[in-house]
T-cell receptor
């Protein structure tokens, strides 16, 4: 595909359940970012991957949130023991080189809308 | 702690008019300032970006004005069109930091 894709597009779960959100970045992009966007707010940084490693996870709100990118392409954001406050749109973005390439355009996917009941 | 403050929260402009959105930042280490456009149900898309070594950048109907001393920058949309109706986010980052700090967004409605 030409752009960043995210699945599922919508996810409804119950409080306390575990969810996984998937991101497929643009082919060849080494940098991948996860953001969270609450209603009426701008995206909030969660974690940044350079290749397979998490270069910066300072935005993860607590230890219920975890993300992986085992082969340097697809990434999965995992949320354990979901809470109603986790309800938001989770956005994924990718860029060609990441920080080593200076400031680059980040290409965003359409997001996954998570609703925790 | 909101490092980038954006205003107004929303604005309505007539077709052909000028839309102006303002942002202010605190961190003097920021050196890259993009604007993103987001349509409902879509992810943000880069519109235009500026670095602090210039005071203005223009691309088509979109212009960024940058005031380094005041730590402010703004987006001007000239000859606004109904297709420009969207939410606009300013952002800031630095080469040594990478991650973007986004403003809260401005919902722009262009009436026919």
């Amino acid at each position: 595909g030409a752009g960043v894709s995210q699945t599922p597009s919508n996810k409804v779960t119950e409080k306390g359940k575990y969810v996984e959100l998937r991101c497929d970045p643009i082919s060849g992009h080494t940098a991948l970012y996860w953001y969270r966007q609450s209603l009426g707010q701008g995206p909030e940084f969660l974690i940044y991957f350079q290749g397979t490693g998490a270069a910066d996870d300072s935005g993860l709100p607590n230890d219920r949130f975890f993300a992986v990118r085992p082969e340097g392409s697809v990434s999965t954001l995992k949320i354990q023991r979901t809470e109603r406050g986790d309800s938001a749109v989770y956005l994924c973005a990718s860029s060609l080189k990441g920080w080593r390439g200076g400031q680059e355009t980040q290409y965003f996917g359409p997001g996954t809308r998570l609703l925790v009941l | 702690q909101q490092q980038v403050k954006q205003s107004p929260q929303s604005l309505i402009v007539q077709k052909g008019g000028i839309s102006i959105i303002n942002c202010a930042y605190e961190n003097t280490a920021f050196d890259y300032f993009p604007w993103y456009q987001q349509f409902p149900g879509k992810g943000p898309a880069l519109l235009i970006a500026i670095r602090p070594d210039v005071s203005e950048k223009k691309e088509g109907r979109f212009t960024i004005s940058f005031n380094k001393s005041a730590k402010q920058f703004s987006l001007h949309i000239m000859d606004s069109q109904p297709g420009d109706s969207a939410t606009y986010f300013c952002a800031a980052s630095s080469d040594s930091w990478g991650k973007f700090q986004f403003g809260a967004g401005t919902q722009v409605v262009v009436t026919p």
